[in-house]
């Protein structure tokens, strides 16, 4: 009779454990879900301003972009941190044709969007 109740306080508080293990895997998964959120709201916004940047001071501009605006357009690209983006906004800066420009942004805009999980 000791035995079993021994054995029966020793599986209660192994299920008791294993509980609270439980749990706190699921709260782990909970939160790490939320940052992953948080994280792809942050490229989102960071890249719609980028998008909305270049549209307004590049393709609606009257005029050759000015220098606080190049340079507003260059931290934006810089502040996404993404290699793919930065290297293609050097391509489009480096350009020597308006052809090449041209190809350059299509494909600058092309990922920028790409970037933009919905």
């Known amino acids: 009779m000791e035995k079993?109740?021994?054995?029966?306080?020793?599986?209660?508080?192994?299920?008791?454990?294993?509980?609270?293990v439980s749990i706190l895997y699921v709260l782990d998964k909970v939160e790490l879900n939320n940052a992953r959120q948080i994280k792809v709201?942050?490229?989102?916004?960071?890249?719609?301003?980028?998008?909305?940047?270049?549209?307004?001071?590049?393709?609606?501009?009257?005029?050759?972009?000015?220098f606080e605006d190049r340079l507003k357009l260059e931290n934006a690209v810089r502040d996404l941190n993404d290699q793919e983006i930065f290297d293609q906004w050097q391509k489009i800066v480096n350009s020597q044709s308006a052809q090449e420009t041209q190809q350059n942004v299509g494909i600058f805009l092309n990922l920028l969007l790409n970037k933009i999980p919905y």
Do not use: S
Not at 41 to 65: D, P, R, S, T, Y
């Open 41 to 66: 709201q942050q490229v989102n916004e960071k890249a719609m301003f980028l998008a909305k940047l270049f549209v307004e001071k590049v393709l609606q501009g009257e005029a050759e972009v000015n």
């Open 4 to 20: 079993t109740k021994f054995f029966a306080i020793i599986i209660i508080l192994l299920l008791v454990v294993l509980a609270g």
